[in-house]
């Protein structure tokens, strides 16, 4: 087994994610400019949340991060892994395949748990039509994490970071035939959602058949590692399910509030870029990686990769959160008004957007520390952390609408993210050397934030200076071109001189092999 580059393993799945989101952005411009923040947008929005919310819920947020360490391990130890791994195949495809049949049946009644606000209107039967039509997206795309896991654990991330690119491309190309041909526009998005998770998962099975892994499902049994498994995986069941009664509780606030399921998508759009470019990116690496370490009793390598990874985060956390609240406004302005999406919309969608931007650390953060406990197969903790947010966030979505609307929902989750990570730091703190800060982490961590908190201030300033170019429709891309180059020439350039970050460390990082 190779062992994996951090840093480049990063650069990698961070590059394809990017890419991704950026597919995704050109996706929801269209779907604005088609559908505005109208029914059929709301509806088709908590349809294909529906299939999402299960999938993070089996597999990404909670079966993955048991059989990931425990897979990589295996591979580690010369054990055999691939029939550990066609085992989880084949229970959790049987799984999967009773609960697409249960959800179709019930869509009525997920539909009215998702978003109460919309019965006795147009847009409840519009989100049990498209609902039926996709729910089982959540079978494909389930596996399709299992495979994922497998090609990480043997260093393939471009294959398994490449899914979600085919995804946003295959409905860029379902809204453009639309268009031409005179297609039901929230018709022909429902059904590329099934569509989109077989075209996933042929690729994604083929790509694991590739490295010798061509899982082929048979009647499922319970072997004695199988049950290990299971029960290891349960409390992250739990915690994936604290976290989607989180997302449930934002959707019912803002399902009360016409269009505010549409302004609280769009503005998760743009805050998931940087999670999905260095969170995502960093945590489906970190857990391999760790697990591989602890299996061989590298301590040292352990701390250095925690270490790295959490500076790496540090360093482009920050800035993308200060320019997520600072220019908020232009972003939405410029990449989404336009057609049905009108000032308001944008205006709503920005301050959706910078309540989630005052997170978007803690988002990342919790992405650096929970593989920690995963890569120790230790998941119950974590589930008690969650059960505590999910009081916090539920005492504040509620609690703040009638103060301050549907953005409750957004700070909601904010806050909430902040006391989930300040519980994963403090439990972390009784761990080995692994989870411990070194003098250089240290060192660069207060110049970092103090290189993005002055490059804010440069920002706010060209911003003000751009007003008129960002409000002119033939000069505002270039305007928000300027402005977003301004913030990231400041940055680097403060962060340089002030010593928060060295490029030979950067490219020392690319270049190092660390120890199997």
């Given amino acids: 087994m190779k062992p994996i580059r951090l840093i480049r393993s990063i650069m990698v799945v961070g590059g394809w994610t990017l890419l991704s989101r950026g597919a995704g952005f050109a996706r929801d411009i269209m779907m604005a400019a088609y559908l505005g923040a109208g029914p059929v947008a709301e509806a088709f929005l908590i349809a294909f949340s529906l299939p999402n919310m299960f999938r993070r819920f089996f597999a990404e947020g909670a079966f993955n991060m048991a059989f990931v360490p425990m897979f990589a391990k295996k591979l580690e130890g010369g054990e055999n892994a691939k029939d550990f791994a066609r085992d989880a195949f084949s229970g959790l ?9 249960l959800g179709t049946l019930a869509m009525p009644w997920l539909v ?48 398994a970071s490449f899914v979600p690119v085919l995804m946003n491309l295959m409905f860029i190309a379902s809204m453009l035939m639309a268009a031409h041909f005179g297609w039901d526009m929230g018709l022909t998005l429902a059904w590329t959602v099934p569509a989109t998770g077989i075209a996933q998962f042929a690729f994604t099975w083929w790509s694991a058949a590739r490295v010798g892994f061509a899982l082929v499902p048979s009647w499922p049994k319970l072997t004695p590692e199988l049950k290990r498994l299971f029960v290891i995986a349960a409390p992250a069941v739990l915690a994936g399910g604290v976290i989607q009664i989180n997302l449930l509780v934002g959707r019912q606030v803002a399902s009360f509030t016409e269009g505010a399921v549409a302004w609280l998508s769009y ?62 406004l232009p972003l939405c302005a410029v990449l989404f008004q336009r057609g049905a999406f009108g000032a308001e919309d944008t205006a709503n969608t920005a301050l959706a957007l910078a309540a989630y931007g005052l997170g978007l650390p803690a988002f990342v953060f919790q992405k650096v520390l929970q593989p920690l406990y995963y890569a120790r197969e230790d998941t119950r903790r974590p589930f008690r952390y969650a059960v505590i947010c999910m009081i916090v966030n539920a005492a504040i979505a509620i609690g703040m609408m009638p103060v301050i609307g549907f953005v409750a929902a957004a700070l909601a989750t904010t806050l909430s993210a902040w006391v989930m990570v300040w519980q994963l730091w403090r439990g972390s703190r009784a761990m080995g050397p692994e989870a411990q800060f070194d003098e250089r982490f240290i060192d660069r961590a207060w110049r970092i934030l103090l290189a993005a908190l002055l490059m804010g201030g440069v920002l706010f300033g060209t911003m003000t200076a751009l007003t008129p170019m960002l409000a002119t429709p033939g000069l505002r891309y270039i305007g928000l071109g300027l402005l977003i180059a301004a913030g990231i020439v400041s940055y680097f350039g403060i962060g340089t001189v002030i010593g928060a970050f060295r490029l030979s460390d950067f490219k020392a990082g690319l270049r190092r092999r660390p120890k199997a």
């Fill in 267 to 328: 503005a998760d759009r743009l805050y998931q870029l940087p999670l999905g470019v260095v969170g995502i990116a960093i945590g489906t690496v970190l857990l391999p990686d760790l697990s591989r370490r602890l299996r061989v009793g590298d301590a040292e390598g352990g701390r250095a990769s925690f270490n790295r990874g959490t500076e790496f985060a540090l360093a482009l956390t920050f800035p993308a959160a200060v320019a997520l609240v600072v220019i908020a």
């Fill in 93 to 101: 495809a049987g799984i999967l395949i009773l609960f697409s049949i």
């Fill in 112 to 159: 009215w748990a998702m978003a109460s606000g919309f019965a006795g209107d147009e847009r409840f039967d519009l989100a049990v039509l498209y609902g039926r039509i996709g729910f089982s997206y959540i079978l494909f795309i389930s596996l399709v994490a299992l495979l994922s896991g497998v090609l990480n654990a043997f260093g393939r991330f471009t294959e």
